[in-house]
């Protein structure tokens, strides 16, 4: 009797495979502003290929390009939505390159996580921003009662000490 279980294990669908990354790591182990960064670069990337289908140089990038690194390499799940899409680290010409190789439908599902994802954290960003500019509002407003204080308090001294002169 033979066995029907596979030797190795299903993976699921390309599109869930992706948004558990993005959900689990690009989200919720990066900053907002991050997570939204590496989603548009992310996307951004995956549109240049699929726009230029015929034009190779995009479908290549320097593993040393600076906004690549920031954006994208340096963030959690960043190097691993690459790989997922279809990149391998490879070095032409004695330079390190993350190099496209696989299928272009792939890109496609991915430019569509990206955008849903990217209004979501879009969304995070500004409550995010909104939090900060009220923390800081409140903060002023906290330090202006301090100086009035202060300023009453002075102003007080000043009263009971000329009262003391007479």
């Known amino acids: 009797m033979t066995s029907t279980t596979p030797s190795h294990p299903i993976q699921p669908p390309f ?6 990354l993005v959900d689990a790591h690009i989200l919720h182990e990066n900053t907002a502003q991050a997570a939204q960064k590496c989603l548009e670069t992310l996307q951004k990337i995956a549109t240049n290929i699929l726009n230029n289908r015929t034009n190779t140089k995009y479908f290549s990038l320097k593993d ?10 340096k ?5 691993d939505a690459l790989v997922l899409m279809g990149f391998r680290k490879r070095v032409k010409e004695f330079e390190a390159q993350w190099v496209f190789e696989d299928g272009l439908e792939k890109l ?10 990217g209004e979501k954290v879009r969304e995070r960003c ?6 900060r ?8 407003m906290r330090r202006e009662k301090v100086l009035m204080d202060i300023e009453e308090d002075r102003q007080e001294r000043k009263r009971r000490a000329s009262l003391k002169g007479h």
């Open 15 to 20: 599109d869930i495979q992706l948004r558990r």
């Open 64 to 73: 040393s390009n600076q906004h690549l690194q920031n954006t994208i390499l």
């Open 75 to 79: 963030q959690k799940g960043g190097q």
């Open 108 to 117: 496609a599902v991915a430019v569509d996580v990206f955008k849903e994802y």
């Open 126 to 131: 500004e409550r995010e921003m909104r939090k």
């Open 133 to 140: 500019d009220m923390a800081a509002l409140e903060q002023k």
